[in-house]
């Protein structure tokens, strides 16, 4: 299991500090995926999801450090689950992310025309029409929360609008290739240097969409403490910038999964920023982020403690 490094430090001050390095594993490999994926796509997807939760919960047991992480920001956001409740929601967070992980090597992989079966519903949808027809481009900010991959490449269809997504690079080059497969509407933009931004905006202007996750610090100056579920957290502040700039809404969205392994994608009201209402903007996404978490806290995959994030002097 896997979720990206941040960049690497940037210069001057921030250099002195030592940026998060997102969960990662040795099985974190091209090789290991492969035989992942072609061991899943040999059963249904029913059988395999099955599976997946199974070997999610068994992996689960074994990886100590990362239960504990998982545990304690569970406990903040079920703060009056008894130890036996609690627990449970640790185990099915591990089978959550192992079923999501085989949609990703399977599911996620086919063109975005066939994926809307796999869809129960669109929550928002009138949202996501108002943003449309202001043809100012849009930023979909989305978190490490259910399939947020198969719910970019979803929205991506539903716009009809070239989607950039930004991420961060992965340890293994191979990896990243193949897991991040241009297409005439979906591109990927690692984020590796810091002039990748000026691409982002040309993209906005152009009335395109920009799909990023907002709910990871990155340890820099970017980063900005906002109220999260009773205490102080650092979140990114870039998204809110631009979106500033570029004229464009921030428009938060989530994909989680729903009975029978389909999925439901939310979409919430646009975030319009103005001059100096950057940090407004952010902690409006993160009183949505905090109210999805809680409606979903077994899809929320931080295998890391989601408040243990240094931030560079001011």
């Not at 990662?24 to 939760?53: D, E, M, Q």
């Not at 982002?200 to 799909?211: G, K, Q, S, T």
């Not at 989680?256 to 389909?262: D, F, I, L, S, W």
């Amino acid at each position: 299991m896997h979720t990206p490094a941040n960049s690497a430090p940037a210069a001057g001050a921030e250099a002195s500090i030592a940026r998060p390095r997102w969960y990662s594993h040795g099985l974190n490999r091209l090789i290991f995926y492969r035989i992942a994926a072609i061991s899943a796509s040999a059963a249904p997807r029913s059988i395999r999801l099955l599976v997946a939760r199974a070997i999610g919960r068994a992996i689960g047991l074994r990886l100590t450090k990362e239960r504990a992480h998982v545990r304690s920001n569970l406990a903040r956001v079920l703060p009056e689950a008894p130890p036996a409740v609690l627990n449970a929601a640790v185990g099915e967070t591990f089978a959550n992310f192992a079923a999501y992980f085989v949609d990703l090597l399977t599911l996620n992989r086919r063109d975005p025309a066939a994926l809307f079966r796999y869809v129960s519903g669109v929550e928002g949808d009138e949202h996501l029409e108002a943003v449309f027809a202001a043809h100012r481009g849009a930023i979909l900010l989305t978190a490490h929360l259910g399939n947020w991959e198969l719910g970019g490449r979803l929205l991506a269809r539903r716009g009809g609008r070239i989607t950039h997504v930004v991420l961060s690079a992965e340890e293994d080059a191979d990896l990243e290739r193949y897991l991040r497969v241009n297409s005439p509407q979906f591109r990927f933009v690692t984020r590796r240097q810091a002039t990748s931004t000026i691409g982002l905006l040309a993209a906005l202007r152009r009335d395109e969409l920009v799909a990023m996750q907002g709910d990871r610090a990155a340890g820099g100056r970017g980063d900005i403490p906002v109220p999260f579920f009773g205490a102080p957290a650092a979140f990114p502040i870039g998204p809110f910038l631009l979106a500033r700039v570029s004229g464009a809404p921030v428009v938060p969205a989530f994909c989680t999964m729903v009975p029978a392994g389909r999925y439901r994608i939310m979409v919430e009201p646009p975030i319009w920023v103005k001059p100096g209402e950057e940090r407004t903007g952010l902690t409006k996404m993160v009183e949505v982020l905090e109210r999805t978490i809680r409606a979903y806290p077994t899809q929320w995959f931080n295998f890391f403690d989601v408040r243990g994030i240094p931030r560079a002097a001011s």
